[in-house]
C-alpha cells in the first residue's frame, strides 16, 4: 500500500534533488563515530524543541541547524510496521483524543511496570495512524503553532527521508534508533528487533551510513550484538537512568525475568566494563554526569565519565533542553520556567562538554552545535 507523506516544502524540494543526484548517495564516505574529532551532536527526537516530535519536520529542522544523527524511537503497530513515537502511548503527541472514529479504542495498559491510559501505537493499524496528525507534546512551553501539519513516519520512511536529505547536503547524517519497550512488545507478540534487523538489512543507505542502536533494556542490545556481529556502521549504545529512586530500578528485561540488576550498579566501574563486553557506548542522563546540588546547582562531576572511557565506552548524555525548566539553576535567567534560554543552554552544554563527554543529545541542535563548535 502506498502512502503520501506531507512534507515541508523545502523537504519535497531536497527529496526531488536527492532523485536526480543519482550516485551521490553512494559516493559518501563512510562516516563513523571513532573518526569525529568533536563531540557528536544527536537530535533527540529531531528538532523537538522546535518542532512536534518524531515528525519529519523535526527531523528536518534538526539536520539543517547542524546534528550528526537523528533519534527515531521505535515502536510496532498493530500490522507489525515500525513507526517512530516516544512510546506505545500516543494520546498526548497526536490528535488521536478528537477522533471520534477511535474512541472506542481508549483503554489502560500497564508497560514496563507503569500504568497508561489513553491510545496506544500497537492497537492501531499503520494505515490508520496515517490518518492522525502530530501535536506538540508540551504546549505550554512551544505553543501550538505547528500542530496537525506532520504524519506519524514509519522507520522505512524515516530512513528513506535521511538518506535523501544526505545526498542533498552532500554529508552523511547518522541514525540513532531506540527500541521501546523490547519486552513488553515481544510479550505483546510484536517483538521489534527481527523487523529492526531486517528494516536496516532492506535499506542500501542503513547498510554503510552510521546506526547507533539504543535501548534501556540489556538483553536486547546483547542480542543484537551476537545477531549482528560487528558491522562497521553500526555500534550499540546502553542507556542508563541514575539518580534518586532510578539506582534502584531496574531495565524492564531484568525486573521481568526476576533479575537484581539496578542501574545503580551498571554505572559503577564493574557495571561499566560489564556493558563494555556488549555495548560501545554508555548514555546516561545528564545529572548522571554532574549531578544538582540542593540548590540545583550543578554539583562536582561523578567519576561516570572516567570510568566508561576507562573501560572503553564512550559516553554520550541525554538531554539538553533550553527552556529554564530543564536548566540547572547556575543557567537559568528571571523570565519565567517555561521561557526559553538560549544563553544559558549553551553555557550548561559546555560546563557538561568539560566534563569530557564523547556526545550528547539536544532538543535543539542548532544551540548544541554552537556549544560544540565553540
Same mark, same amino acid.
Given at each position: 500500500?502506498?502512502?503520501?507523506?506531507?512534507?515541508?516544502?523545502?523537504?519535497?524540494?531536497?527529496?526531488?534533488?536527492?532523485?536526480?543526484?543519482?550516485?551521490?548517495?553512494?559516493?559518501?564516505?563512510?562516516?563513523?563515530?571513532?573518526?569525529?574529532?568533536?563531540?557528536?551532536?544527536?537530535?533527540?527526537?529531531?528538532?523537538?524543541?522546535?518542532?512536534?516530535?518524531?515528525?519529519?519536520?523535526?527531523?528536518?529542522?534538526?539536520?539543517?541547524?547542524?546534528?550528526?544523527?537523528?533519534?527515531?524511537?521505535?515502536?510496532?503497530?498493530?500490522?507489525?510496521?515500525?513507526?517512530?513515537?516516544?512510546?506505545?502511548?500516543?494520546?498526548?503527541?497526536?490528535?488521536?483524543?478528537?477522533?471520534?472514529?477511535?474512541?472506542?479504542?481508549?483503554?489502560?495498559?500497564?508497560?514496563?511496570?507503569?500504568?497508561?491510559?489513553?491510545?496506544?501505537?500497537?492497537?492501531?493499524?499503520?494505515?490508520?495512524?496515517?490518518?492522525?496528525?502530530?501535536?506538540?507534546?508540551?504546549?505550554?512551553?512551544?505553543?501550538?503553532?505547528?500542530?496537525?501539519?506532520?504524519?506519524?513516519?514509519?522507520?522505512?520512511?524515516?530512513?528513506?527521508?535521511?538518506?535523501?536529505?544526505?545526498?542533498?547536503?552532500?554529508?552523511?547524517?547518522?541514525?540513532?534508533?531506540?527500541?521501546?519497550?523490547?519486552?513488553?512488545?515481544?510479550?505483546?507478540?510484536?517483538?521489534?528487533?527481527?523487523?529492526?534487523?531486517?528494516?536496516?538489512?532492506?535499506?542500501?543507505?542503513?547498510?554503510?551510513?552510521?546506526?547507533?542502536?539504543?535501548?534501556?533494556?540489556?538483553?536486547?542490545?546483547?542480542?543484537?550484538?551476537?545477531?549482528?556481529?560487528?558491522?562497521?556502521?553500526?555500534?550499540?549504545?546502553?542507556?542508563?537512568?541514575? @539518580?534518586?529512586?532510578?539506582?534502584?530500578?531496574?531495565?524492564?528485561?531484568?525486573?521481568?525475568?526476576?533479575?537484581?540488576?539496578?542501574?545503580?550498579?551498571?554505572?559503577?566501574?564493574?557495571?561499566?566494563?560489564?556493558?563494555?563486553?556488549?555495548?560501545?557506548?554508555?548514555?546516561?542522563?545528564?545529572?548522571?554526569?554532574?549531578?544538582?546540588?540542593?540548590?540545583?546547582?550543578?554539583?562536582?562531576?561523578?567519576?561516570?565519565?572516567?570510568?566508561?572511557?576507562?573501560? @572503553?565506552?564512550?559516553?554520550?548524555?541525554?538531554?539538553?533542553?533550553?527552556?529554564?525548566?530543564?536548566?540547572?539553576?547556575?543557567?537559568?535567567?528571571?523570565?519565567?520556567?517555561?521561557?526559553?534560554?538560549?544563553?544559558?543552554?549553551?553555557?550548561?552544554?559546555?560546563?557538561?562538554?568539560?566534563? @569530557?563527554?564523547? @556526545?550528547?543529545?539536544?532538543?535543539?541542535?542548532?544551540?548544541?552545535?554552537?556549544?560544540?563548535?565553540?
Amino acid at each position: 500500500m502506498t502512502h503520501t507523506i506531507l512534507l515541508p516544502l523545502a523537504p519535497r524540494r531536497r527529496f526531488l534533488k536527492a532523485a536526480a543526484l543519482g550516485t551521490a548517495l553512494a559516493a559518501l564516505p563512510p562516516l563513523t563515530l571513532a573518526q569525529r574529532a568533536k563531540p557528536t551532536l544527536y537530535a533527540h527526537r529531531g528538532a523537538s524543541a522546535l518542532r512536534p516530535e518524531h515528525t519529519l519536520g523535526s527531523y528536518a529542522k534538526a539536520i539543517a541547524d547542524g546534528a550528526d544523527f537523528v533519534e527515531p524511537d521505535l515502536v510496532a503497530t498493530k500490522d507489525g510496521v515500525l513507526v517512530a513515537r516516544h512510546e506505545n502511548a500516543i494520546t498526548d503527541t497526536t490528535d488521536i483524543a478528537t477522533r471520534p472514529e477511535f474512541a472506542s479504542r481508549k483503554t489502560r495498559k500497564i508497560i514496563d511496570g507503569e500504568a497508561h491510559e489513553g491510545w496506544f501505537v500497537s492497537d492501531f493499524t499503520f494505515a490508520e495512524l496515517k490518518t492522525l496528525r502530530a501535536i506538540e507534546r508540551l504546549p505550554k512551553m512551544r505553543g501550538t503553532a505547528y500542530d496537525g501539519q506532520f504524519q506519524i513516519v514509519s522507520f522505512d520512511e524515516i530512513i528513506d527521508f535521511v538518506a535523501a536529505e544526505a545526498a542533498a547536503r552532500g554529508r552523511t547524517i547518522g541514525l540513532i534508533p531506540e527500541l521501546k519497550h523490547s519486552t513488553w512488545f515481544a510479550q505483546a507478540g510484536l517483538p521489534l528487533e527481527d523487523r529492526f534487523v531486517a528494516t536496516l538489512k532492506a535499506h542500501e543507505y542503513t547498510r554503510r551510513a552510521p546506526v547507533v542502536v539504543q535501548s534501556f533494556e540489556v538483553a536486547n542490545l546483547k542480542a543484537l550484538r551476537k545477531g549482528l556481529g560487528k558491522p562497521s556502521n553500526v555500534t550499540l549504545a546502553q542507556l542508563v537512568i541514575v @539518580g534518586g529512586a532510578y539506582d534502584k530500578a531496574s531495565p524492564a528485561d531484568v525486573a521481568a525475568s526476576g533479575g537484581s540488576l539496578t542501574y545503580g550498579d551498571m554505572v559503577t566501574a564493574r557495571g561499566l566494563r560489564d556493558i563494555a563486553a556488549y555495548a560501545d557506548i554508555v548514555a546516561p542522563n545528564t545529572r548522571a554526569v554532574i549531578p544538582l546540588a540542593k540548590d540545583e546547582r550543578l554539583a562536582a562531576p561523578t567519576a561516570l565519565v572516567a570510568d566508561a572511557h576507562k573501560a @572503553g565506552l564512550q559516553v554520550v548524555v541525554w538531554t539538553f533542553r533550553p527552556e529554564n525548566a530543564f536548566l540547572a539553576a547556575d543557567f537559568r535567567n528571571g523570565d519565567g520556567l517555561n521561557a526559553r534560554n538560549d544563553a544559558g543552554s549553551v553555557a550548561e552544554i559546555r560546563r557538561y562538554l568539560e566534563t @569530557g563527554i564523547d @556526545g550528547l543529545f539536544s532538543d535543539d541542535s542548532a544551540l548544541a552545535r554552537k556549544a560544540i563548535d565553540a
